[in-house]
């Protein structure tokens, strides 16, 4: 099976602030992370997408115990985002003290960036990830 979006391309469009997804050509389903099939028909007919990178925040939480290598970052907010065209997404949210965040935050909408996370024992390198900031 051949991948539409590998994961190394994901990533370099994220390091670019271009959210890159895959369209479903059978029902339209998109998907984000990358994966082989759609998440909805498992159809592997699939077109690469760029995304607005804009939605709202549906759940969240907010870290105090970081994973080896991020003690400096904590604590910290991970949300999950409705995206407009679909999908949720799970990143950081910025901008925002994270011993502040209450339930008001869900709902509201926020807009993608990213930042780069150095690799550590476990992974293969350096790392793009998704990050949120409350729109206006």
């Not at 082989?36 to 115990?65: H, P, R, Y």
């Not at 869900?106 to 990050?131: I, N, Q, T, W």
Request: proline fraction near 6%.
């Amino acid at each position: 099976m051949e991948h539409k979006l590998s994961f190394k391309e994901y990533n370099e469009a994220l390091k670019q602030n271009k959210l890159l997804g895959l369209k479903c050509k059978q029902c339209g389903t998109v998907t984000v992370p990358p994966r082989i099939a759609c998440s909805e028909c498992t159809s592997t007919d699939l077109d690469v997408t760029e995304l607005s990178g804009k939605g709202k925040v549906q759940t969240f939480t907010t870290v105090f115990v970081v994973p080896e290598g991020r003690e400096s970052e904590c604590p910290y907010v991970i949300v999950i985002v409705e995206l407009d065209e679909g999908p949720w997404l799970m990143g950081n949210l910025t901008g925002i003290d994270p011993k502040a965040v209450t339930m008001d935050i869900m709902g509201k909408r926020v807009k993608m960036g990213h930042a780069v996370f150095p690799g550590d024992k476990y992974s293969a390198g350096d790392e793009a990830r998704p990050l949120f900031s409350l729109e206006g």
